[in-house]
C-alpha cells in the first residue's frame, strides 16, 4: 500500500451539519488514480489519467471524440471559437439557463438571443426557436450562427424538434449537456445529436473532477482543434510560434484521475439520484400544489440531477417556493430557485429575447431540492418531512 493510499484511508470525514443541495460523492476509487499520477510524477494538463478518461467519456456518450478542459465554460468557449463565430453573430440561447451557458457567446462580442422554454420539459420551445430565427433572418438579413441549447437539470430537450429546425435552416446545435451527464433522448446520450456537445464535472454535478468540464464530438477534428486552442495554441514549431489566440484550458492529470475513479461509479450515482427523485414523488403524490419536471414520454431518460418542484400558493395555503426555501434553511437544508432567466438578468437585459412566460412562471414557482447521491434516506425524509409540515401548518 502506497503513502498516499495509507494517509486516503485513515483520513476521517465528518458529518456534514447541513443537508447539501448536491455534494461531491468521492467512491474511494478515485485515490488510485491520483495516486498513480504522483507517483509518476505526471502533475499537470497531459498524462496518462487524461487520455484514458477522454476515452472513457467518449466510450460512455458513444461519441468519436473528446477533449477534456478546465470547465464546462471553458468548453462552450472554445466551441464557439472553433464554429467560428464571430464578433456581431447572433447565437441562439436558452434563456432558462445558468449564466455560464450565455457568457461565452458574449466573450466573443457576439449577440445571444434568448428563447423560451417549453412547459414539457423547461428546455428551449422549437416552436418559439423557429420564429425566433425567421424574425432575426428577417431583421439582420442573416441567419443565426448557432444554435446553442441546454439540457436542464438533466432532462433532456425535444431534439426531435431542435434537430429538425437545425437542419430547416442549416445552423448547427451545440448541446450543452452540464447538468444531463448519463441522460438519453431516444437512447442517445445528451450531448451527442449535435455538432458538439460540453460536459461539466464541477463539484455539484453527477461526477465531478473538483472542477473540470469536456466538449465532445462525432468530428476529431473539433477535438484536435480544442486541444490545439486548449493549451495555448502552440504552433508545431522548434521554437515558442503562435499563429492564434490560445487559451489555458486543459484538464488536469490530477483532476483527470479523480473522474477515472468517479467513471467506475457513474451507473450507480444516476441510479441514486433517479431513486430520491421518486422518493419526492411518492411522499408528495397527494399533496395538491406540488408538481415535478417529468419525462414526458419514454423517449426521456432523465439523471434527474436535480428534483425539481413548482409550487401553487393557491392550493398550499399561501406558501410560497421562497416560503419554502426560506423555511427549510431554518432546519439546515439547503435548497435553491430555479434558475432566474437571463433575459430577466440585468447584463442580458439589452439582447433579444423570444419568450411565452413560461421560464419566469418557473423562476417565481420552482425550488431544487437536496438530490445528492451522498443524501441518506434519513436525510431525505427529514427534508420531505419539513417541507410537508411547512405547508400542511398553513393549510
Not at 463539484?203 to 486541444?227: P, V, Y
Amino acid at each position: 500500500m502506497s503513502k498516499w493510499t495509507a494517509d486516503y484511508k485513515n483520513m476521517k470525514t465528518e458529518t456534514p451539519q447541513i443537508i447539501r443541495l448536491s455534494t461531491p460523492h468521492m467512491s474511494g476509487r478515485e485515490i488510485k488514480y491520483v495516486v498513480d499520477a504522483m507517483e509518476r510524477n505526471q502533475v499537470f494538463p497531459l498524462g496518462q489519467n487524461v487520455a484514458d478518461f477522454e476515452n472513457a467519456l467518449r466510450i460512455y456518450s458513444g461519441a468519436g471524440a473528446c477533449s477534456c478542459l478546465s470547465s464546462g465554460t471553458a468548453a462552450i468557449h472554445i466551441a464557439l471559437i472553433i464554429l467560428g463565430v464571430q464578433p456581431g453573430d447572433e447565437v441562439i440561447c436558452s434563456t432558462f439557463t445558468f449564466a455560464a451557458s450565455a457568457n461565452p457567446i458574449v466573450y466573443l462580442k457576439a449577440i445571444p438571443v434568448f428563447i423560451d422554454s417549453e412547459p414539457s420539459t423547461w428546455n428551449m420551445d422549437p416552436n418559439l426557436l423557429r420564429q425566433a430565427i425567421q424574425e432575426r433572418i428577417r431583421k439582420t438579413g442573416k441567419k443565426p450562427k448557432l444554435i446553442l441549447l441546454v439540457h436542464l437539470y438533466g432532462m433532456p430537450a425535444d431534439m426531435e424538434g431542435i434537430m429538425a429546425i437545425s437542419k430547416e435552416f442549416d445552423i448547427p446545435v451545440l448541446e450543452d449537456a452540464a447538468e444531463a451527464l448519463g441522460s438519453t433522448y431516444d437512447g442517445r446520450h445528451c450531448g451527442t445529436s449535435g455538432i458538439m456537445g460540453v460536459y461539466s464535472f464541477n463539484g455539484n454535478k453527477i461526477i465531478t473532477t473538483s472542477g473540470g468540464g469536456a466538449l465532445i464530438s462525432s468530428n476529431e477534428t473539433f477535438c484536435r482543434q480544442a486541444i490545439f486552442l486548449a493549451t495555448q495554441a502552440r504552433d508545431e514549431a522548434p521554437h515558442y510560434q503562435h499563429s492564434q489566440i490560445g487559451y489555458n484550458y486543459r484538464m488536469s492529470n490530477i483532476c483527470a484521475g479523480i473522474g477515472l475513479g468517479q467513471m467506475e461509479v457513474l451507473t450507480d450515482r444516476i441510479t441514486k439520484r433517479r431513486e430520491h427523485n421518486t422518493f419526492y414523488r411518492n411522499v408528495f403524490q397527494n399533496r395538491k400544489g406540488i408538481t415535478f419536471l417529468t419525462e414526458p414520454s419514454h423517449r426521456y431518460h432523465s439523471n434527474y440531477w436535480l428534483t425539481t418542484i413548482l409550487i401553487n400558493p393557491t392550493d398550499t395555503g399561501g406558501v410560497t417556493s421562497e416560503d419554502l426555501c426560506l423555511k427549510l434553511k431554518q432546519h439546515n437544508i439547503e435548497t435553491r430557485p430555479l434558475w432566474k432567466p437571463m433575459h430577466l438578468q440585468p447584463i442580458f437585459a439589452s439582447y433579444p429575447s423570444y419568450t411565452n412566460g413560461v421560464s419566469e412562471s418557473l423562476f417565481t414557482k420552482g425550488l431544487c431540492l437536496p438530490s445528492g447521491s451522498l443524501m441518506t434516506d434519513t436525510q431525505r425524509e427529514f427534508v420531505a418531512e419539513t417541507l410537508l409540515n411547512t405547508i400542511n401548518m398553513s393549510c
